[in-house]
């Protein structure tokens, strides 16, 4: 089993940067994915940024990607996002995820995540 634990959602300015972070608990370390995902009321969950292998290989959705980066502090147990040009349309609920990486993952698919944080709220004005 792993909990994660999310922090740091806000409500920021639009161009404004924001991180925010993920505790894992439990036992994360079989958590070979760990994985951001955002959602606004009416819409599918989204994939915005994965964390595979202990960072060998990252991906982004193509909406943040360059704005967005993904990293994990390994000693903490904590995975981060650090959001930087914030646009309104980045405002959502960000959950974080975890699972166990194999061959022909789809870091995007939230079917194949099996540990879910409640969430942290961000919010973006113009």
């Known amino acids: 089993q792993v909990q994660l634990v999310e922090s740091g959602g806000n409500s920021v300015q639009a161009g404004g940067a924001l991180r925010v972070a993920c505790v894992a608990s439990?036992?994360?370390?079989?958590?070979?994915?760990m994985a951001w995902f955002r959602q606004t009321p009416g819409k599918e969950r989204e994939g915005v940024a994965a964390?595979?292998?202990?960072?060998?290989?990252?991906y982004y959705a193509d909406s943040v990607r360059g704005r967005f980066t993904i990293s994990r502090d390994s000693a903490k147990n904590t995975l981060y996002l650090q959001m930087n040009s914030l646009k309104p349309e980045d405002s959502a609920i960000y959950y974080c995820?975890?699972?166990?990486?194999?061959?022909?993952?789809?870091?995007?698919?939230?079917?194949?995540?099996?540990?879910w944080g409640q969430g942290t709220q961000v919010t973006v004005s113009s």
């Open positions: 964390f595979i292998h202990g960072g060998v290989t990252t």
């Open positions: 995820a975890a699972s166990s990486w194999r061959s022909g993952f789809d870091w995007a698919n939230q079917e194949l995540y099996h540990y």
């Open positions: 439990g036992d994360a370390a079989s958590s070979t994915v």
